[in-house]
């Protein structure tokens, strides 16, 4: 079975600031995809990123990258220059062959 | 384009009733899925389909659940009869699946009260 963990219920981080979401999973697939989702309160949940696994190089969507961690079974967030738009709930998500799985999530708080 | 059409948005019922969900997906995807929501939790697959067949469906309750998928377009997930703990948001997602687009499309969602 495939399983997404995301180990930080709750983060915060200042304006402008830069911050770490972590994402750990398992597969035994060898070919498979990660995304991290956002769902902003009472609104709809939009892809922030994706990484194919044959892909070494780290994916990056303007204030947003990933590190990705294969033998390590780790795919991490990164947000740099944090802004108020950018609190939601953070969701990793695997698909591997055909099953997708989402992870638990992490309350992103950004302060003023 | 459009995006993933849900319908309706709200809807409160008593326990024991019965409800009806509405997805549309964005054209031409293939797959479809219906999660289950619960406040403060990640989305939780219900089922998904490939055009109009069941890929999984493991962890529908079949007893009350039920969804359909005809002529592999939109798709409707029922719930007969409601317990209490059916109160979520359940969302819809579609997804191209081939071509190296395999990420998920979501629509905004139905919250379902149950009293």
């Known amino acids: 079975a495939q399983t997404v963990t995301q180990s930080q219920p709750e983060m915060s981080v200042q304006e402008a600031e830069t911050v770490t979401l972590s994402c750990t999973y398992d597969?035994?697939?060898?070919?498979?995809?990660l995304f991290w989702y956002k769902q902003p309160p009472s609104r709809q949940m939009i892809l922030v990123i994706r990484?194919?696994?044959?892909?070494?190089q780290n994916a990056t969507e303007n204030r947003f990258s990933v590190n990705f961690q294969k033998a390590a079974k780790s795919f991490s967030l990164k947000i740099s220059d944090s802004q108020l738009g950018d609190a939601a709930m953070y969701f990793c998500?695997?698909?591997?062959?055909?099953?997708?799985?989402f992870g638990p999530g992490t309350r992103l708080s950004v302060l003023p | 384009e459009a995006g993933v059409a849900q319908s309706p948005r709200y809807k409160i019922i008593e326990k024991r009733q019965s409800v009806a969900f509405w997805c549309n997906p964005i054209?031409?995807?293939?797959?479809l899925y219906w999660y289950q929501q619960i406040l403060g939790q990640g989305p939780k697959l219900l089922i998904q389909?490939?055009?109009?067949?069941?890929?999984?469906d493991s962890q529908l309750p079949k007893d009350r659940f039920s969804a359909e998928r005809l002529k592999g377009v939109d798709s409707t997930l029922k719930i007969q009869p409601a317990k209490l703990e059916d109160s979520a948001v359940y969302l819809c997602?579609?997804?191209?699946?081939?071509?190296?687009?395999?990420?998920?499309?979501f629509g905004p969602g139905t919250r379902l009260t149950v009293t």
């Open positions: 997602a579609s997804s191209l699946a081939s071509q190296g687009e395999y990420e998920q499309y």
């Open positions: 597969t035994s697939e060898s070919d498979y995809y």
């Open positions: 990484q194919e696994a044959y892909k070494q």
């Open positions: 998500a695997l698909l591997g062959g055909q099953n997708f799985v």
């Open positions: 054209s031409g995807h293939a797959t």
């Open positions: 389909f490939q055009n109009n067949g069941v890929v999984d």
